[in-house]
């Protein structure tokens, strides 16, 4: 595990990369780009709207915010020993794999900085279910790889649109992409 992280301290900064971006990549890669180069379309559709109040309402006290770099993670949750939760808040109905990766990413970052995590926590409130989400070998490889992309994603064009389900079931930047 420590080789894993000296690894990724060699070659770039995580703390440059956004959970945002990672989820992103999983989504979709022009998307992706697009947060890279700080592009944004705000247009506070309606699923970003319903997505930031059931983030608000469901917020819990004693849950402490911290930035890292680039990132802001909104809901940790410190146990009797000390250790930290990191919360994420989805209004889906399942753990998409960007999600999950987000997740990974919090606990990656909080751990480079020397916290020491139990395991992160995603809230499904579409389903009203949690999914723990804990750092395995494979897990860990794939988010390596996607730390590697995202930083050549930095220098590369941006790629070209590819339809997929996200297209039509509230991407902000559909219009972008499709007109």
Not at 127 to 156: G, H, Q
């Amino acid at each position: 595990m420590k080789d894993f992280i000296w690894r990724l301290r060699m070659n770039y900064d995580i703390k440059s990369i956004k959970g945002t971006d990672i989820n992103y990549y999983f989504i979709c890669k022009r998307r992706a780009w697009m947060s890279i180069h700080t592009f944004y379309i705000i247009d506070k559709n309606q699923f970003i709207e319903h997505g930031n109040f059931l983030n608000n309402r469901n917020r819990k006290y004693g849950y402490h915010g911290i930035r890292i770099g680039h990132n802001e993670i909104d809901n940790l949750e410190i146990d009797t020993q000390g250790n930290y939760i990191v919360h994420e808040f989805k209004r889906g109905r399942k753990a998409l794999e960007g999600d999950i990766f987000q997740v990974l990413h919090y606990i990656e970052l909080l751990e480079n900085e020397g916290f020491k995590v139990r395991y992160g926590v995603l809230h499904l409130l579409g389903a009203n279910k949690i999914k723990i989400v804990e750092k395995t070998p494979e897990l860990l490889s794939k988010l390596e790889k996607a730390y590697e992309n995202i930083n050549n994603l930095r220098n590369d064009k941006m790629p070209e649109p590819v339809k997929n389900y996200y297209c039509s079931h509230g991407c902000s930047y559909a219009f972008f992409c499709w007109g």
